[in-house]
Structure formats: C-alpha cells, structure tokens
C-alpha cells in the first residue's frame, strides 16, 4: 500500500518484468537486471507479481519479443490481474502500441518508468523543467506509433496550416513545447552559473556514483548536514552543496543526481546542467556499493557517463562503501578472523593496484574507516591548492 500528498491509501500496482537475454549474457546477470528493474519499479509505487525474458540475438521489431513468449505474458496477466508491464529496454512507439494491443494491459519501457521516478522526485524548478523536457523528447520520436491525442492549449483561427493532420499538429506542440523548455532551462543554467562563480576560489569536490550506493548518507557524515537519503533509486536529484572546513582548509563538497545502467538519454542531456558541479570539480569522488554483486559492471556505468560529460579524467577517490553489508554477505560464520582479514586484504590491495592508491573502503552507516577517509580528502585538497591557489595555500 501506498499513499499520496493527501492521505489517500492507493493499491500498489501489479508488475510484470521482461527482459531480453542477448548473446554473451548469462542467467544470473538477466536476473541482476530484472533485481534492478523490480527495485525501480517499487520506487516508483509498483509490486512485481513475475518475471519473464527470454533468449534472443536481436529483439523482435514489431512485439520485442517473441509471439510465443508474448501470448505466455498475456496468458498470465490475464489471469492475475495484472495493471502493467514493463519492459527492461527502451521500445519503439510501435513496439508499445502493438504490445498493447495484443496483451490487453498498460505497457511501458525501462526509460518511461526511470522518467517517472524522476518525475515523482522532482523538487526544485530546475529539477522539474530538467524532467519534463526529457519527457517532451521521449515522447517526440514516438508520438506516431503512440498516438494519443494531446490536449490542446494553444490553437485559435489560422493557427492550423492547411491540410495538416493531427499527429502533425500534435508533432508541432511538442517541438515548441521542448524549445520553450530549453529556453527555461537556460534562464536557470545562468542563474546557477553565476552561484557558483560566487563561491569564490574554493577547491570542489564532487560525489558521484551508481545511484543507491550511499551518497547522500556519506554527505551527512562528512558535512554534518541533512540531506535527504533513503534506500530507494534516485533519492537525490538536485545538487546539494556544502561548505566544509577540516583543519583549517575549507572546501565545497557537492552531492549529485545517481547514474544508473540505460540511464536515458535525454535525462543525460537535460541533467548536464545539473551535472555542471561534477564537470566543475577539482576533485571527484567516486562512491561505490563493494556488496553489490555488480559492483564492477556498476563502476564501469559511472566511468562511462563521465566520459559523456567530458570529467574521466579528473583526480579521483574511489570510496568503496557498505564495507559492513560486504563481510555479512561474503564471509561465513565459521571463518576465522585471520582469514576474513587476509581475504579483505587481498580486496584491498586489488583495488590499490586499480586506482594506483586512491582507493579507500568505508561503512558510511556505521562510521567505519570515516577518519582515514578525512585524511585523504584533506591531502587531496590541500595539494591542489598549492597547484591552483598558491597564494592561499600558505594560510592552510
């Protein structure tokens, strides 16, 4: 059960998942994928009731998947009473009508439902006018296999041309509702640009990550700040920024939105400005969930989204976090202690060699190793403002 802004107790709704097993992917990672979209899915307020997928080189064109594994869906949504499905890739307009016809029952894709989270947990102005142009493109390329028809709020005499269709008109309403969004977006960019050229010469320091992996927990702790953080994905979509000072050397911290496996593309295009903090930053820290079974697959996501937005190159921490929630899911009762130490040592020492000593692993949540994590955020920043404010690194 769920409930909304005024107190109204709502039924969750009843989750199907589909996934495509491609060539190369194995059985445990089609069922780490439909893990994520069944998290997914409960943040945005839907139970899943079953998992499908089936083994193909290439999705279907017309159904995605197959008409035998499409008649197996409709057979069981059919029967539980099912209130949507959702697919764990992005479909064609023509894809999601033909779907919808033939198994009789709401259909959306991956990017349609990580739309709405963001939609739901949008706060500020920037954040809403960020999520609704992502929408508006969405939308756009699938308007004709979609159609619906848009409610009109412009329009009058001569503002149709002669001969054009609805799904043109349709068409028209969209790309200017998208460029009056850009439009906004600007206006907002610039007032954000000049806040933070306000912030003076302070070294800036960015967490980033895959999204759940204790961000927000970890700005608390090392700002002693309140910012909003729970177990669901996308809990942060707003940039949150602080400024810290540890032995006399003030910094700024900022907090930024998760990134997430076949994290749209126009939520990467209308979030850059947004992202703006990390491309800004000296210094990234690149937060990571060691208990997550894919934690490298997740790490190489991150690593890719910064190459998009031209900051992989920066200086870096990698901060494994969830140290406490590893041990208890790799390390048996009946190991000893020389053992469990002599097997994070060798974690240690793997990811040492990786990062070439800028790693560090941490519990965010029971304020394990936080000191020695201090340390070296401390020397990071300070060594950077020898190369960059001279001056001012005398004082600190």
Known sequence: MIIDKNQKVKEEEKAVLVGLMQQGQTEEQINEYLDELAFLA???GAHT?????QRMEHPDGRTFVGSGKLQEIKEYVKAKKADLVIFDDELTGAQINNIQKEIETKVIDRSNLILDIFARRART???RVQVELAQYQYLLPRLKGLWTHLERQGGGIGSRGPGETEIETDRRLVKDKIAFLRGKLKEIDKQAFTQRKERGELIRVSLVGYTNVGKSTLMNLLSKSEVFSENKLFATLDTTTRKIVYENTPFLLSDTVGFIR????????????????VREADILMHVVDISHPQHE???????KTLQE???????TIMVFNKMDLYAAKTFDEWLGDDVKKQLEEELFHKWSNITEGNSIFISATERENIEALRTKILERVRSLYKIRYPYKAIQY
């Not at 076949?262 to 947004?274: D, G, I, N, Q, R």
């Not at 937005?309 to 200086?315: T, V």
């Open 42 to 44: 409960e943040t945005a």
């Open 297 to 303: 697959e997740q790490i190489a996501v991150v690593n």
């Open 49 to 53: 009731i079953k998992r499908f997928y």
């Open 309 to 315: 937005l031209k900051a992989f190159d920066k200086p």
């Open 262 to 277: 076949k994290l749209p593309h126009h939520l990467v295009e209308s979030f850059k400005s947004t992202l703006d903090e």
């Open 125 to 127: 102005s920037q954040a």
